[in-house]
């Protein structure tokens, strides 16, 4: 009977001995996020990296990374085994070594059994596949931080981006506000001139249109802002509504990066090769899929598990099959004899790993070469047609200033009823398109700097 009872006890503390209350998950998802009314380009850039949704996924895969390296760094844990049998044909009262004394009987037809196995834990260290695990989960957790860094650079150049469509959605909005406003006062000036009988239905007609236009002008203009506005704050991750925030238009004044003033091709590169997340994420994933082979080849090495058990039970008496257990220490060790089976298809695919990973690499290379190329191709295209429409600050006036000054004088010549009335709209309408070509010019030109940052990996404005 004490034998059952520390039996019982032995099985009890092996099943809670591991047992933990496992800790609440923790709310990984941010709260409403609030834009301020006037956002700045840095503003923004903070509210993404606290709380931008893609980089937050890109935070768990590196945690489970890190999970990951835990786990190939793990010993493993000890079995404890118990066991408990009762030997149905056993007699205890046929023999004379049991007596009765002090009231109880000495036989027992129980027997009882403990173990305790390493579950090849010694092997495991000893052959080396735990440190070549933790090697390959090493550099696979580089790589994952890598890609954490790629994700904020890709992602931080959609948000710069759009941060520069939002600010030249507002200078295209007030530009079409005041020629709104402008029609509506010419609009004006000929009802006035046509109830004088100075001019034709016809010409009035004409301007009638003209202002129309400029009002559909504002509303296409006004949308263009709130679908800007829209991907902006889906970037930084505002889930709920948006309100009418403004940026600084003054992130699109034309400026020249000193880091970008005697750039060239090649230094850029150089720079890229140094810096891009994602070329070096590559690498570490390649010495990764190199170590996960050292790791399959050695695995052919079988596990050892070394074990030591005892037990006892009840003894003397008679029975079909002799006496039972008496008190016994063995040792012993197992292991899987690598007979039919040794980690080819492992090996192989660890192989073919590898050669992916090295084909990726010399991918990622020529894609690292062609985004540098294209994005100062771009940069350099940009900032020719922004100088164009500026024109040379010492000699003033681009084709921005030719434009609007063509449309004043021939306003004027207008009034003195010098020129047509189709030669007056030719020249408004030439002013306008002008002044959206300016702005877009601007947008992409800041966006041409933008894609160049991410293709080098670096912020070339500091």
């Excluded at 082979?293 to 099959?321: K, S």
């Amino acid at each position: 009977m004490h034998g059952r009872k520390a039996f019982a006890w032995l099985v009890l503390l092996a099943l809670v001995v591991l047992a933990a209350t496992p800790a609440a998950a923790d709310d990984v998802i941010p709260g409403a996020t609030e834009l301020p009314q006037t956002l700045t380009l840095d503003e923004a850039l903070r509210i993404f990296k606290t709380t931008g949704l893609d980089l937050l996924i890109a935070d768990a895969n590196v945690r489970n990374a890190e999970g990951a390296l835990r786990i190939a760094g793990a010993i493993p844990n000890p079995v404890f085994s118990a066991s408990v049998g009762n030997a149905f044909t056993y007699n205890a009262g046929g023999s004379a070594d049991c007596a009765v004394t002090t009231g109880s009987v000495s036989c027992s037809p129980w027997i009882y059994e403990i173990g305790l196995n390493d579950n090849a834990a010694i092997s495991d260290s000893v052959s080396g596949k735990r440190y070549l695990r933790t090697k390959v989960a090493r550099t696979a957790l580089a790589a994952a931080k890598m890609n954490r860094a790629d994700a904020e650079r890709t992602i931080t150049l959609q948000v710069k981006t759009a941060y520069a469509q939002v600010a030249r959605a507002e200078l295209g909005l007030k530009f079409a506000k005041e020629v709104a406003q402008s029609n509506g006062t010419t609009l004006k000036k000929f009802q006035d001139r046509y109830k004088a009988g100075a001019i034709q239905e016809g010409d009035l007609m004409r301007i009638e249109t003209q202002k129309l236009e400029s009002d559909q002008a504002l509303d296409s203009a006004q949308g263009a802002l709130d679908d800007a506005r829209y991907a902006l704050a889906f970037l930084l991750g505002v889930r709920g509504r948006v309100n009418a925030f403004d940026v600084d238009e003054k992130t699109l004044d034309y400026a020249v990066p000193l880091a970008l003033r005697d750039a060239t091709v090649t230094g850029l590169l150089r720079s890229a090769f140094d810096h891009r997340p994602d070329l070096i994420a590559i690498g570490y994933q390649r010495a990764s899929a190199e170590a996960q082979i050292a790791l399959a080849r050695r695995q052919r090495v079988p596990d050892l598990n070394f074990g030591i058990n005892y037990a006892w039970g009840g003894y003397g008496g008679t029975g079909t099959n002799g006496p039972l257990q008496t008190p016994t220490i063995t040792f012993g060790i197992s292991l899987a004899l690598p007979l039919f089976y040794q980690q080819q298809g492992e090996v192989k695919q660890a192989q073919a790993a590898y050669d992916t990973t090295s084909l990726e690499h010399a991918r990622a290379t020529a894609q690292v070469v062609n985004d540098v190329s294209t994005a100062y191709s771009d940069f350099a295209t940009a900032k020719r047609l922004v100088e164009r429409m500026e024109g040379p600050r010492r000699e003033g006036g681009g084709l921005l200033e030719s434009a609007k000054g063509a449309f004043e004088r021939i306003a004027l010549m207008y009034e003195k009823s010098a020129i047509s009335l189709t030669d007056y709209l030719d020249a408004l309408r030439a002013h306008i398109a002008t002044r959206a070509e300016y702005f877009n010019d601007l947008a992409n030109y800041w966006s041409s700097i933008y894609a160049l940052e991410a293709a080098v990996g670096v912020d070339l404005r500091k």
